[in-house]
């Protein structure tokens, strides 16, 4: 048994024609899925008896089910904790936007990334999702706020060039008309800088936006946040988004959350802007949620707007993010690991 929703639409009509069935019946198929939100193949009624029995002998949809939604009482985002079939929780962001609504997805079960700040890394990886799995998150969300959503960011838990295949057709499959139509401009992917593997997507010349986590202006204090530090020094990742650059046209957002008393300082900023000075990029800055399980305190808000008035003041274009749903733990895997601590399910804390 296979999930449908694991498929692209040359690999149902492969399907199809193997089992004797007409091409055309994929598309009707997707549609039911994509355009109509209907996931039980009995409630298809444009599908023969016999075309659906044989579906159903080969696969099922896998919609996941929604442990809870929390709601934000200070802006439209909404946290959904999701199961899978196999009992494993994830989660997933919506926030809603005047100009669309956007999802933060969820590319593994844990991380194994292991970041220092980050709550979803504590308990290692799991296992990765599969491009279903990722779909999903966005189909369920879709049906619960009932609106469409326009923008994906794979900012969630896990670190997906870590599982670049399924990310890879997830991609291929969310832009296509025929599923989600979601164009590559409205998608960004994070990541922690898996320098092999960031040349390889600048080769596919997408046009999704890339951004990528710094965190730090040198290795040194760079090596104090994120382990993937000792493999990849940040002139490799400068290199390899400078190729990314010049393969896609496309401007490359270096994320930089910034923790009090380690590299929000005056000298960093001036070490950032000398390092990103003549790139085409933008600086996202991301006061850093501070989470239970850590230390990392975040700047004062005079540090903050120092270190943003520096890159801007040399042109580098700079943004301060805004902490959406800060009363939800709307933030890299908090909720999951608290559903997990609450039910037992994680230990010796
Ligand atoms: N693994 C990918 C994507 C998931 S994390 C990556 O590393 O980019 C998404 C973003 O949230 C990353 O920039 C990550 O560094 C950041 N992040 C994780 N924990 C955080 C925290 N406690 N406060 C602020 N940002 C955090």
Not at 178 to 201: A, D, M, W
Request: hydrophobic share 35%.
């Amino acid at each position: 048994m296979y999930n449908i929703l694991d498929l692209s639409l040359d690999k149902l009509k492969q399907w199809m024609k193997e089992n004797k069935e007409s091409e055309f019946r994929a598309k009707q198929v997707f549609d039911w899925i994509y355009k109509k939100n209907t996931w039980d193949f009995d409630n298809m009624n444009n599908i023969s008896k016999v075309t659906k029995e044989k579906l159903k002998k080969s696969f099922y949809i896998e919609i996941p089910e929604v442990v809870h939604v929390y709601k934000s009482s200070v802006d439209d985002t909404f946290k959904f904790l999701y199961r899978y079939r196999d009992g494993n929780i994830i989660e997933t962001v919506v926030m809603k936007y005047k100009h669309g609504n956007s999802i933060c997805v969820s590319t593994q079960i844990g991380c194994r990334m292991g970041c220092k700040f980050c709550a979803s890394t504590k308990e290692g990886m799991v296992r990765n999702l599969t491009n279903g799995e990722i779909l999903a998150q966005i189909l369920k969300a879709q049906e619960e706020i009932g609106a469409r959503i326009s923008n994906i960011v794979l900012m969630g838990s896990g670190e997906p060039l870590d599982n670049y295949d399924n990310v890879m057709e997830f991609l291929n499959i969310v832009n296509s008309e025929y599923s989600l139509n979601i164009g590559q401009r409205h998608i960004t992917l994070s990541t922690c800088g898996i320098v092999p593997k960031i040349k390889e997507l600048a080769d596919r010349n997408m046009q999704i936006t890339l951004a990528i986590s710094l965190h730090a202006p040198n290795d040194d204090l760079r090596k104090n946040m994120m382990p993937i530090a000792n493999k990849y020094t940040i002139d490799e990742i400068m290199e390899a988004c400078k190729y990314y650059i010049y393969k896609t046209k496309r401007r490359v957002t270096f994320e930089y959350a910034l923790v009090k008393e380690s590299n929000d300082s005056k000298e960093c900023a001036i070490e950032l802007v000398n390092l990103l000075k003549g790139t085409l990029c933008h600086v996202n800055l991301i006061p850093v949620n501070e989470v239970k399980e850590n230390n990392f305190k975040k700047s004062s808000m005079d540090n903050i707007k120092r270190f943003y008035n520096i890159l801007m003041e040399s042109n580098i274009e700079t943004t301060i993010r805004r902490e959406m749903g800060s009363d939800i733990d709307a933030a890299c895997g908090q909720l999951r690991r608290s559903y997990l601590k609450s039910n037992n399910e994680v230990k010796g804390v």
